[in-house]
């Protein structure tokens, strides 16, 4: 039933934006104006984002005490990104590639595990920053609607519950375990009706959470090495703004920062919280709907809709099918 649901979603998304295609006129208008030399450069600044992620990686594992080179973490950093897209599991999928190459590399799964749920308290936190300066821009163009705002604090209660089992896990392995058993017994209690059976193991919950508190032990000893991971994290979104941004340049559509910015908000907001892995289907229709709201004629604002998705989701998914395969091809 989940499954279908996903794909009921992924389809309506998809047919939405199809449906835009009524205006085939005006979109080959904008098509016609298409500046292919800054479309190359959003790819390179996708390169770019890919590399930052790495980066953003190797800062993480030097806070729990690992060390590693950046270009190495890239190669797996992308290849988890690839495995997230095309197997998701509430991006259990990508650290499952970190562990297992931290396991061929000699590195503690702990250590690994916390430096991978950082990476993701961190883009949540870059995120919110940004976020907060799409709402005021949307705010003061009477644009913010009921919805966003309950999106907004939808991700805000994520990040404020990882940050508190995150914090929980640097002070304390029992009581880390004890908060993660507590959420197993309730996933447990949601999902029993449905697959007649434990989903989550208590006991497993607790020695994850003894792995993980390893590696949280040196963020509490160290604490401002985590300086240079936010600033990795802020610039991995604001690579995003600037791709954004090339877009409206590439197809020569007038704009404000209001717009990129307040644009790309709400986009991002959505492919967080959508239950579509990277929002496909879903960031498609409303980054258009948001772009439209922020007087982008429609046609543009599609266009620009799904350059963007080609360059930062499509993209991206064919360099981490590379990089997956060659992860593979050294593990054998």
Known sequence: MRKFFIALIFFLGIAFVILSFSELQSIAETLKQTDLRIFALALLVQLGWLYNMGMTYRSLYHVVGLEEGGRHLTIVATAANFVNVIAPSVGMGGIAVFVNDGNRRGHPPGKVTAASTLYVFFDYVAFLCVLTLGLVVLVRRHNLETSEVIASLILLAIALGLGILLYIGSRSAE??????????????????????????????????????????????????????????????????????????????????????????????????????????????????????????????????????????????????????????????
């Open 175 to 332: 009581k880390f375990g004890g908060a993660l058993a507590w959420m197993a017994r309730l996933v447990n209690a949601v999902a029993r009706p449905f697959t007649h059976r434990e989903y989550v193991s208590e006991a497993r919950a607790h020695s994850f959470a003894t792995e993980i508190a390893e590696g949280l032990v040196e963020v509490r000893n160290q604490p401002k090495k985590l300086i240079m991971p936010m600033l990795f994290a802020l610039n991995n979104k604001a690579l995003l703004i600037v791709i954004l941004l090339l877009m409206f340049l590439s197809f020569n559509v007038p704009f404000s920062a209001g717009t990129i910015i307040g644009g790309f908000a709400i986009g991002y907001l959505f492919l967080i919280v959508s239950v579509t892995p990277s929002g496909i289907g879903v960031m498609e229709g409303v980054l258009a709907l948001a772009l439209n709201s922020l007087r982008v004629p429609w046609s543009q604002a599609v266009v620009i809709t799904l350059a963007y998705r080609a360059v930062t989701l499509w993209f991206p998914l064919g360099v981490g099918a590379l990089a997956f395969r060659r992860l593979q091809s050294s593990n054998t």
